[in-house]
T-cell receptor, first 111, second 115 residues
Framework: GEDVEQSLFLSVREGDSSVINCTYTDSSSTYLYWYKQEPGAGLQLLTYIFSNMDMKQDQRLTVLLNKKDKHLSLRIADTQTGDSAIYFC???????????FGKGTRLHILP | DADVTQTPRNRITKTGKRIMLECSQTKGHDRMYWYRQDPGLGLRLIYYSFDVKDINKGEISDGYSVSRQAQAKFSLSLESAIPNQTALYFCATGTQAGGLRDTQYFGPGTRLTVL
């Protein structure tokens, strides 16, 4: 498809792991990003992965990339109340050099 | 100090008024962008500029215009505001240089309401 797809909502209990999934459009995209938007704030670059990597880990964050299926995921270990936000997946599409954003996944933390 | 600033942060205006939203950056980036965010629609690109003399339309440029006054400044204008331009507007910067080419860095947003 032509859109970066992600589910709109995810609810997770505090202390559990959150997994946010995304499918992107261009198998030749070179960079894939995760942005975090907290309430009332702009988007903040959370992490990114190069297309020649399968996995990237950064403290509580793990990004997995499946280029064959054009699937990207973000795992947040030990989810905390401060992780409550909207998470945007984005790709830098190779064929037209554009950054394409998904619609965002709202992560809700249950006590 | 924030690297990307937007003014005003909130604005309420009436239909037909001219509005300018301003964006400034201290990151030294060559590329600047304007997006609008609407609930359920994510981010949509309005205009972008790769340098001071370069202005390009995004996917929803109708009803908007921009000016790149300097490398650090990129303003968005609504010549005659209409209610369906009520949204959250974000400015972003990016660079062609380095490993994270074109990674976008966002301002805090301007909430615009058109009555």
């Amino acid at each position: 498809g032509e859109d970066v797809e992600q589910s709109l909502f995810l609810s997770v209990r505090e202390g559990d792991s959150s997994v946010i999934n995304c499918t992107y459009t261009d198998s030749s995209s070179t960079y894939l990003y995760w942005y975090k938007q907290e309430p009332g704030a702009g988007l903040q670059l959370l992490t990114y992965i190069f297309s020649n990597m399968d996995m990237k880990q950064d403290q509580r964050l793990t990004v997995l990339l499946n280029k064959k299926d054009k699937h990207l995921s973000l795992r947040i270990a030990d989810t905390q109340t401060g992780d409550s936000a909207i998470y945007f997946c984005a790709e830098r599409r190779n064929r037209d050099d554009k950054i394409i954003f998904g619609k965002g996944t709202r992560l809700h933390i249950l006590p | 100090d924030a690297d990307v600033t937007q003014t005003p942060r909130n604005r309420i205006t009436k239909t037909g008024k001219r509005i300018m939203l301003e964006c400034s950056q201290t990151k030294g980036h060559d590329r600047m962008y304007w997006y609008r965010q609407d609930p359920g629609l994510g981010l949509r690109l309005i205009y972008y500029s790769f340098d001071v003399k370069d202005i390009n339309k995004g996917e929803i440029s109708d009803g908007y215009s921009v000016s790149r006054q300097a490398q650090a400044k990129f303003s968005l204008s609504l010549e005659s505001a209409i209610p369906n331009q009520t949204a959250l507007y974000f400015c972003a910067t990016g660079t062609q240089a380095g490993g994270l080419r074109d990674t976008q860095y966002f301002g805090p947003g301007t909430r615009l309401t058109v009555l």
